[in-house]
């Protein structure tokens, strides 16, 4: 089955405790991002990778750092987690050249 | 820079209404246009899309047409259903070449029975 995986689905965690969510996709797309929703807000973008070991910043990319090794991973590091970035997390991918994405189930995170 | 704009919900509706949510859009140039569907629990889906002036997208008994001269892209159906409770949200990709999606901030629409 063609997914988008995310991992944790849920994490609660303190202020200053390195975490990293994973995303893996298995449908060969180049393209993959990240994503957070908040209430009033919608979705913004936090990275994006247009290929192995091509990554860029979205809207809203501080206090987040993300690699992509593998075409398949694209994981999101939060170096020193803060309060405000507790949030709800989407990873996507896509393949170049067509616009629709694929979205993951969502990583809900609370940072204490 | 680019922007959606959607009605605020909640829309609540019962069983068999018909379903108008707004959205309108600013961008240049000729920006393609989303309406994705997140149920519950869920990761977005698509649901429709249009990619140039208009264009009717349509899904599952969704419409939406893509109005250049009111930069408008609503979202309509003619019968909803308890299943269509839903946050639905509006975008439009740049068409910058970089795969951007630029998001509206999402309506509740939440049909009884």
């Known amino acids: 089955e063609a997914q988008v995986t995310q991992n944790p689905r849920y994490l609660i965690t303190v202020t200053g405790k390195k975490l990293t969510v994973t995303c893996s996709q298995n449908?060969?797309?180049?393209?993959m991002s990240w994503y957070r929703q908040d209430p009033g807000l919608g979705l913004r973008q936090i990275y994006y990778?247009?290929?192995?070991?091509?990554?860029d910043k979205g809207d809203v990319p501080e206090g987040y750092k993300v690699s992509r090794k593998e075409k398949r991973n694209f994981p999101l590091i939060l170096e020193s987690p803060s309060p405000n970035q507790t949030s709800l997390y989407f990873c996507a991918s896509g393949r170049t050249g067509q616009e629709t994405q694929y979205f993951g189930p969502g990583t809900r995170l609370l940072v204490l | 820079g680019d922007s959606v704009t959607q009605m605020e919900g909640p829309v609540t509706l019962s069983e068999e209404a018909f379903l108008t949510i707004n959205c309108t859009y600013t961008a240049t140039g000729y920006p393609s246009l989303f309406w994705y569907v997140q149920y519950p629990g869920e990761g977005l889906q698509l649901l429709l899309k249009?990619?140039?002036?208009?264009d009717k997208g349509s899904n599952k008994g969704f419409e939406a047409t893509y109005r250049k001269e009111t930069t408008s892209f609503h979202l309509e159906k003619g019968s909803v259903q308890v299943s269509d409770s839903a946050v639905y949200f509006c975008?439009?990709?740049?068409?910058?070449?970089?795969?951007?999606?630029?998001f509206g901030t999402g309506t509740r629409l939440l049909v009884s029975p």
């Open positions: 975008a439009l990709s740049p068409n910058t070449g970089f795969q951007k999606l630029v």
């Open positions: 249009a990619t140039k002036a208009d």
């Open positions: 449908m060969n797309h180049e393209y």
């Open positions: 990778s247009m290929n192995v070991e091509v990554t």
